[in-house]
């Protein structure tokens, strides 16, 4: 959830012949112009102190030109000029969400806007979808994964549809061992797991989750699953108990506010008389920004030891540009509407290769070492054995992993619902797969994941390849022509209740249909308002029937709605589970 990056750049020298549809490629080795936001005039182009190296792609296509650059980090940012020089559109895809605030220019203040609507209405972190006269923003993905695209329909040339303004997804998969998949055919629940899940304490790898409208007095977080986590200092039975955290399967590690961490004092990792730093952002344009600290954690049963977790909002002095970007920190539990993050999902750490020292080059503006007077500059991170570096890991890493055993994955189970509303929804989490007799894979479809941590779900005619599941995103989004509600742009109000399926097939294993229903948000919260369960919330994610091969709206979000009723199984990138394909991988 990162919406860090580097400023995008232009090469001041445009070849004399480029072929239509095909990328030029130039070196880039020397001190270059800023590229133009969105809107300015190429012409117009101002240098700036700011140097990248890396390859430019450019490509000449009928009336118009487009500029790609590879960030720092591998995010791919494309701006389009038209042939008056003006750039009319942007778009990115990569592992690190682009500063938008110098990609949008004038443009990004609908960006911080909706951020703030979503503040007021209390509904978080969701994927943007701004379409008006003057400007069309949309964002979507998981954490390592982010794509979105913004332009001005008035600029937009009148030979080029709205579908060519858009990002590339990488064709790559994982590859896997044979396994015996059983493929799903409805919503039902073919789990080994019984329906009444293991009671929590009497089995250590039981934790119990709540979807209770969460922590903060007098406000409701609908559809979020909430825990508890024990924090304590590394090696002291000094702790704390934490509730109010945020279980998320789109992101990676723990992520803790200093305020709910009383009379616990984590050290922050420190080098040379500097302290690591991480900044994490969010989809939506907010970010959360704290220190970097080794704690051990205990969740139910299970304890890891030697966790780097994130202490948010520590310490207090001013955020690096590179990281807020204009955005919106998130740093307190009114703002964030939790206590802190466990992020759960199917990758060992928050970064990964992009941010350790063998990659090379210039690091992503993510982790940072910081003086003591507050001057932080971006640096690389170790990630330890897992990314074949003798260095230990350092980087916020998914706490599941460093457990003693029951360290390969994790299975969320919530009761399926009566009514399309609840004030509450209580269930579990069962760590491991296929580790003891109560997480066992049984007859669960397995889905497997390309290199972005992706699958593909078939949607009324559309194959949108970068799907994903995420506890963390409180309603289903995907493109559709559904009505959208006429004062909120990032939720559905149909007339009438919608009974849709959808098809999901893994990148090399697993396929089934999938049914579910969109129903009127502004009369569920209106109608419900002690409410904090709602099954049938969805919202947009894109522009329909633009994906094309892999690019335009191709994303369908199965957030929290999906998982009531189900048991689903998050299987983590490097973990081996007996019997069944290579990680990672999601099951139902």
């Not at 009497?202 to 699953?225: Q, R």
């Not at 509730?243 to 998320?248: E, N, Q, S, T, Y």
């Not at 399967?249 to 506010?257: A, M």
């Not at 399926?501 to 502004?522: C, E, H, M, W, Y």
Request: proline letters at 8%; aromatic letters at 8%; glycine letters at 10%.
């Amino acid at each position: 959830m990162r919406s860090t990056g580097p400023s995008v750049i232009l090469a001041s020298v445009v070849p004399t012949v480029i072929l239509r549809s095909a990328f030029l490629t130039v070196l880039l080795g020397v001190s270059l112009p800023v590229m133009a936001t969105l809107g300015g005039d190429a012409a117009s182009v101002q240098n700036d102190s700011e140097q990248l190296k890396g390859t430019l792609q450019i490509r000449q296509e009928i009336g118009y030109s487009v500029y790609k650059i590879t960030a720092p980090g591998k995010t791919d940012i494309r701006e389009y000029l038209s042939g008056e020089g003006k750039v009319f559109g942007v778009s990115w895809q990569g592992p690190f969400i682009p500063d938008l605030q110098q990609l949008l220019g004038p443009y990004f203040k609908k960006c911080s806007d909706a951020v703030q609507a979503d503040r007021a209405k209390y509904v978080r972190r969701r994927p943007l979808n701004i379409h008006e006269p003057e400007v069309v923003i949309e964002t979507s993905g998981h954490m390592r994964s982010y794509n979105g695209r913004a332009y001005d329909p008035q600029l937009v040339p009148p030979n080029v549809k709205e579908g060519e303004i858009a990002y590339s997804v990488p064709a790559s998969v994982i590859s896997d061992a044979s396994a015996t998949i059983t493929e799903a055919s409805s919503i039902s629940i073919p789990s080994a797991i019984s329906p009444i899940a293991v009671p929590p304490g009497t089995t250590p790898n039981v934790h119990p989750i709540s979807v209770n409208g969460g922590p903060v007095s007098g406000s409701i977080y609908p559809n979020a699953a909430f825990t508890s986590v024990i924090v304590c200092e590394r090696g002291t039975s000094t702790c704390r108990t934490v509730p109010g955290i945020l279980v998320d399967t789109g992101s990676y590690g723990l992520r803790v506010l200093r305020s709910a961490l009383s009379g616990v004092d984590l050290k922050p990792i420190r080098s040379k008389g500097n302290t690591l730093n991480d900044c994490d952002a969010f989809v939506n344009g907010s970010y959360i920004w704290g220190t970097v600290a080794l704690a051990d954690v205990r969740i139910g049963g299970e304890t890891a030891h030697r966790v780097p977790v994130q202490v948010i909002a520590e310490p207090k002095f001013l955020v690096p540009t590179s990281c807020s970007n204009g955005g919106t920190d998130e740093d307190t539990q009114a703002s964030l509407g939790a206590n802190g993050i466990l992020g759960i999902g199917p990758e060992p750490f928050d970064c990964g290769l992009p941010c350790d020292p063998s990659s090379g080059g210039t690091p992503p503006p993510v982790y940072y070492f910081c003086t003591d007077a507050g001057v932080c500059s971006p640096t690389f991170v170790s990630c330890g054995s897992e990314c074949g570096d003798e260095a230990p890991n350092q980087q916020v890493s998914n706490p599941i992993i460093l457990f003693p055993t029951d360290n390969n994955g994790v299975i969320l189970h919530l009761p399926p619902l009566t009514h399309e509303t609840a004030q509450r929804l209580n269930g579990v989490m069962i760590f491991g797969i296929n580790t003891r007799s109560n997480n066992r894979v049984g007859k669960a479809t397995v889905f497997t994941l390309n290199s972005l941590d992706n699958f593909t779900t078939t949607f009324a005619g559309q194959t949108l390849t970068s799907s994903f599941i995420d506890s963390g995103s409180n309603g289903y989004f995907f493109p559709s022509s559904i009505q959208i509600c006429a004062d909120d742009s990032l939720f559905y109000c149909p007339p009438s209740i919608q009974n849709l399926s959808a098809t999901n097939q893994g990148a090399t294993l697993g396929g089934g249909t999938v049914k579910f229903r969109i129903d009127n948000a502004d009369n569920l919260f209106n109608n419900n308002p002690g409410d904090a369960v709602f099954t049938t919330l969805g919202g947009p994610e894109g522009a329909p029937n633009t994906c094309s091969n892999g690019n335009g709206s191709c994303t369908f979000d199965w957030g929290l709605p999906f998982f009531y009723g189900r048991n689903v199984f998050t299987a983590i990138d490097g973990q081996t589970v007996s019997g069944q394909p290579l990680t990672p991988w999601w099951a139902y």
